[in-house]
């Protein structure tokens, strides 16, 4: 479900910046209930439902502004991430959406001259128990990017929520120079169940923040169009490569993966009929002349004269 490709762009800063643009292909897990109305904000369904073998409390549905509704997908790979079978309290999991970009950056190796591990960004609306030994669930959107760099400085990631800057003292661990995991959303504790509202769009002013309410997801990420077309119900397969069309404009794309569904977008109103020209009712019986201009003058037909009616006679008397 991982997806591949690159996309980089230093900037003309004195300091080291790196715009680094991330996910213009994803991997994307979703399991699609339909569409319904359009929403001024990420929506979540007003009713619960069990899933798992303890019938773990969610909510039905998230759907996003264009009124694509996402439930939990716990069909097992290659379509989802995890099993029904697997999601207990207080160790399970569930994606109603996820999406996972691997990118290959200017990194550096674990030893000189050895190639620099892959680049990550994962984005996901996950159902969870945390922090761990929580029995209540929560619901709560992760943007996790594990990049690495060149050289310390200061690099800019865009993805297609938006973006983020980050300093780099030093150079660590290959491929994670740059580690940062942000969940927002709605969180329970033991004694308090989540608010699953909270897990919904947007962000707070300044920004999601660890542990706090919101979701930078707006909306879900679904198939490019690229070949072959995902399963019905789901928005991708899980396992092609796809682009993700929600990339910011003005950035290098990467290529990707996908798990679930194209989702079934209202048809389209037919095009408005072509103005047809109006028959020519001013012209006579016997004249046919008429342009596309409109009907011309036609000649005046003398008409006859009404003659009188005739009185009324009896009928002669029959011959003898």
């Not at 070949?227 to 092609?240: E, I, K, W």
């Not at 929600?246 to 679930?260: F, I, M, N, V």
């Not at 103005?275 to 000649?299: D, E, F, H, N």
Request: net charge positive; aromatic share 6%; charged share 10%.
């Amino acid at each position: 479900m991982k997806m591949s490709g690159s996309g980089l762009r230093r900037g003309t800063h004195l300091t080291p910046v790196l715009a680094i643009m991330l996910a213009g292909a994803m991997a994307l897990v979703g399991l699609q209930l339909g569409v319904g109305p359009a929403q001024a904000l990420t929506a979540v369904s007003p009713a619960t439902a069990g899933f798992g073998p303890k019938g773990v409390t969610l909510p039905q549905w998230y759907a996003d502004a264009s009124g694509v509704r996402l439930q939990p997908c716990l069909l097992g790979p290659p379509r989802c991430f995890t099993a029904a079978a697997n999601f207990v309290p207080d160790t399970g999991e569930a994606f109603y959406f996820l999406a996972d970009a691997n990118l290959n950056t200017t990194g550096h190796g674990a030893t000189p001259g050895a190639a620099a591990p892959a680049s990550l960004l994962r984005i996901g609306l996950e159902a969870g128990f945390v922090p761990a030994g929580t029995n209540n669930p929560s619901v709560f959107s992760r943007v996790r990017f594990r990049i690495g760099v060149p050289t310390p400085g200061t690099y800019t990631v865009t993805y297609p929520f938006g973006q983020k800057t980050f300093t780099v003292n030093a150079l660590g661990t290959p491929g994670r120079d740059i580690t940062d995991t942000t969940d927002s959303g709605a969180f329970a504790t033991n004694a308090t169940p989540a608010n699953f509202a909270l897990a919904t769009g947007p962000c707070p002013a300044g920004g999601c923040t660890q542990g706090g309410p919101g979701s930078p997801i707006e909306p879900f990420l679904e198939w490019d169009g690229t070949a072959p077309a995902p399963p019905v119900g789901f928005l991708s397969d899980g396992v092609t490569p796809t682009g993700s069309p929600a990339a910011p404009p003005g950035t290098t794309s990467s290529g990707s993966r996908a798990r679930a569904s194209t989702p079934t977008r209202p048809i389209p109103p037919p095009p408005a009929p072509r103005p047809r020209w109006p028959a020519p009712t001013a012209c006579r019986r016997r004249c046919s002349r008429c342009s596309r201009s409109g009907p011309r003058a036609c000649p005046r037909v003398p008409t006859r004269s009404a003659s009188p009616p005739r009185p009324w006679a009896p009928p002669p008397p029959p011959r003898s």
